[in-house]
């Protein structure tokens, strides 16, 4: 699961490669959405920072 | 600012994120400072900004390539900054071992800084976007090496994220690779 987002931008870049530019751009969308939402996840507590 | 010399600066950009990408291969391998989820995030966020400094390379330069890699930044720069916040108040501990008295999740937060100026200062000359040239004969090897080791760090990142974490989620500190661990 971790790994999704790194398949999705080696993907990506594989496309910029072929000079598939919406390709690569498509890819890059869905690898920075899984990143958000891996982050998401886990961000499991509150941050305790009061001083 | 020419086409070829925005190539040249965009290489020199994803040659700096690539480096960094590498070192912290060179923490996690020789060290055994095994990433933590956070940190795996981070190196997505490296990847992201990068992607667009690579489309610049391949496409030649564009606003909206310094876009994706903006946005990229910032994305990385919160998880970072996610990561510092945690273990900011004195005796909440820290995540790894520190290299030259910062942790690398600090590092990587200058590092996402660096990247968002470095593209604001790139979007000031708007000669580059002028013209899309091809890229010169003479400039072609360096840009093409630096967008070969991005893909390179991308696919090793996979293997190494696979081995570190399986199919599922990471451990929040892990101690040992899930792939090459024996079953009980």
Redesign the interface.
């Given at each position: 699961?971790?790994?999704l987002?790194?398949?999705l931008?080696?993907c990506?870049?594989?496309a910029?490669?072929m000079?598939h530019?919406g390709v690569?751009?498509g890819f890059?969308v869905f690898?920075?959405v899984t990143?958000?939402v891996?982050?998401r996840?886990?961000?499991t507590e509150v941050?305790?920072?009061q001083? | 600012m020419s086409g070829d010399l925005s190539r040249l600066l965009n290489a020199v950009g994803l040659l700096g994120i690539g480096t960094v990408l590498a070192l912290a291969f060179i923490d996690q391998i020789w060290f055994r400072d095994l990433p933590c989820?956070?940190c795996?995030?981070q190196?997505?966020?490296f990847?992201?900004a990068g992607?667009?400094i690579?489309?610049n390379i391949?496409?030649g330069p564009k606003p909206s390539h310094y876009g994706?890699a903006i946005?990229?930044a910032v994305?990385g720069a919160?998880?970072a900054m996610?990561q510092i916040?945690?273990h900011?108040?004195p005796g909440?501990g820290s995540y790894g071992n520190p290299v030259f008295g910062l942790h690398l999740y600090t590092w990587a937060f200058i590092a996402f800084v660096v990247i968002v100026v470095g593209c604001a200062i790139m979007l000031l000359d708007d000669r580059q976007f002028s013209r899309v040239e091809p890229m010169s004969a003479r400039l072609k090897p360096f840009p093409l090496s630096a967008?070969l080791l991005?893909?390179v760090l991308?696919?090793a990142?996979?293997f190494s994220?696979?081995a570190?974490?399986g199919?599922?989620?990471?451990p929040d500190e892990p101690k040992d690779y899930i792939l090459f661990q024996s079953s009980p």
């Open positions: 699961m971790m790994s987002p790194f398949v931008f080696a990506g870049l594989g910029a490669w000079r530019r690569a751009m890059w690898g920075l990143m958000l891996l982050f996840v886990h961000v941050l305790s920072i001083l | 989820p956070l795996i995030l190196r997505v966020g990847f992201a992607f667009g690579a489309l391949v496409f994706v946005i990229g994305g919160a998880i996610r916040l945690i900011i108040v909440t967008l991005f893909l991308a696919v990142n996979i994220t696979i570190l974490c199919a599922g989620f990471c």
